[in-house]
């Protein structure tokens, strides 16, 4: 490995100089879906994988089978009395299918400013009702709707089971 670096030589250099410039922590700039305003993140418990997520913009959870089954505990709560049961569209719109009013959702940067600013109507902010991180379970469990089915589906049976 040292050897490897050696026959690199300058260029390695340059690029760990370049990378040391970089802020450690160099947070996205997340802002409302509909209002646009900077979200407050002010006062807000911050799990490891929050912060990441801040910084990456890529929600730690996706496809972990673990974080989906808790994700859609808090759908069952916080959500499907107006998405519907499965996310199928109730008086707030499906997030099942692949069709977004906001296409930003496509990006997990976008679905948590959707989710934790709120979006047009009786779609209110969950800021202050779920913490940063309780939005990160339920967004792995409404990614995995498209991206793995037969995950989200084990969530929702995982549920239903413990819940005769
Ligand atoms: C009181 C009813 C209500 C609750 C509770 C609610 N929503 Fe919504 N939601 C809506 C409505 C209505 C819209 C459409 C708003 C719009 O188009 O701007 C919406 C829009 C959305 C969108 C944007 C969909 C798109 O097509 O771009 C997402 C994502 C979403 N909700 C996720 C959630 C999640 C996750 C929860 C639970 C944490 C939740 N909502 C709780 C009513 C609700």
Redesign the pocket.
Known sequence: MFKKLAVAGGLSVFLASGFALMPAQADLDFRGT?SGEPLDFTGEEESPQFKEFKNTGINPYNGNQEALNKGYV??AT??S???GHLAEGK???A?SDD????PT?LEDKG?FE??YGG??????P?QGL?EPDE?LH??SW?RALQTEPEKAKKAVDTFEHRNG
């Open positions: 509909v808090i759908f916080a959500c009395g107006c998405h008086l707030g719109p997030l069709y977004w009013t906001y959702n679905l959707t989710i979006a047009a109507g009786q779609m209110g969950q779920l939005i339920v967004m409404v």
